[in-house]
């Protein structure tokens, strides 16, 4: 059977940068991987991301999000029959941020996925400083990712300290008790490491570390609604105006509850990333682009974004 690996994470946690790394492990052991991206924005910016990925011994589907859970999962199941009939070894899925891992589990356990697919391992990726105010809705999504996951993998911890690493793991634990799980989380079940610096032990651990039953009190709604994406396409602006006006965007709260802004931008025939965080704007070279930002938040201003942004 094929194995299967979920990556979740919350908005800008670093999930497709993560499984560039994991990806290229697997690969150099040899093993022919598939991976699955599904993206919240009408645009697929992080299928873009993993494209250097695409080769012989990888192939890349993606599934368009924003749209309802029936839709989603017929989808979802398209692709991975598709997948399978490739011959792939190992499938990585990368949800977007406001995925609901119930889906994941209700269908691998349809026909005919049910006879093709194995779980292997269920990876939370999460920021180190993850913030603590978090809505409702954020926290219970936070808490169905996190409580299903057999392994938490910290991102930027080069950029902090071990204090700051158990902040929050605290923070996680009581997201989970407050919606009565009983899985916890210390150091035998959490990578704290530069990812530059893992190592193939470390990447097994990953690889092997298995998943856990889900066991949190479901609300009646996962009230995402608040969750949306926009995004602009053509925005006629340098790199630093890029990054001045997104900077402003985090510090406008009439703007609403933005979680990441991601994208492309162009100077001189070249293409730079946008990756931002409300803590962490980076713009980095990147192979191949499209001129496009996509916003991501929950109860976003449309109007004061689009004011911000196009001038």
Same mark, same amino acid.
């Given at each position: ?8 994470g919350f908005l800008g946690s670093g999930k497709t940068t993560f499984i560039k790394k994991y990806a ?50 017929r989808r979802f199941k398209t692709k991975l029959i598709a997948l399978a009939m490739s011959g792939c ?6 949800? +977007? ?23 292997? +391992? ?12 978090? +809505? ?159 916003v991501i938040g929950e109860n976003l201003n449309k109007n004061k974004i689009t004011e911000i942004l196009?001038?």
């Amino acid at each position: 059977m094929i194995k299967i690996d979920l990556i979740t994470g919350f908005l800008g946690s670093g999930k497709t940068t993560f499984i560039k790394k994991y990806a290229r492990y697997l690969i150099g052991k040899g093993q022919k991987i598939g991976i699955l991206v599904n993206d919240y924005g009408a645009v697929n910016v992080d299928t873009m991301l993993l494209s250097e990925l695409e080769g012989d011994s990888c192939g890349i589907e993606s599934v368009a999000g924003a749209c309802d859970r029936d839709c989603h999962q017929r989808r979802f199941k398209t692709k991975l029959i598709a997948l399978a009939m490739s011959g792939c070894d190992r499938v990585l899925i990368e949800p +977007s941020g406001v995925f609901d891992v119930d889906e994941f589990f209700d269908s691998l356990y349809e026909e005919p996925l049910d006879r093709w697919y194995q779980i292997g +391992s269920v990876i939370a990726v999460v920021d180190v400083n993850l913030s603590s105010e978090l +809505s409702k809705s954020a926290e219970y999504l936070l808490a169905s990712q996190a409580c299903v996951a057999g392994r938490l993998v910290l991102s930027k911890t080069q950029l902090t300290n071990e204090a700051a690493a158990q902040k929050t793991t605290a923070l996680i634990n009581a997201v989970l008790r407050n919606f009565g799980s009983r899985r916890r989380f210390d150091e035998s079940n959490i990578t704290s490491k530069d990812w530059d610096k893992l190592t193939d032990s470390d990447f097994e651990a990953i690889a092997s570390c298995g998943y856990s039953s889900p066991d949190f009190t479901k609300l009646e709604t996962t009230d995402d609604s608040g969750f949306k994406s926009l995004y602009f396409m053509e925005l006629s602006l340098s790199p630093e105006q890029l990054k001045q006006r997104v900077e402003t965007l985090f510090e406008t709260a009439e703007a609403g509850g933005i979680f990441r802004a991601k994208g492309f931008v162009s100077e001189g025939g070249n293409w730079l990333e946008l990756n931002a965080v409300r803590d962490n704007i980076t713009l980095s070279p990147i192979k191949g682009g499209q001129n496009i930002v996509i916003v991501i938040g929950e109860n976003l201003n449309k109007n004061k974004i689009t004011e911000i942004l196009c001038g």
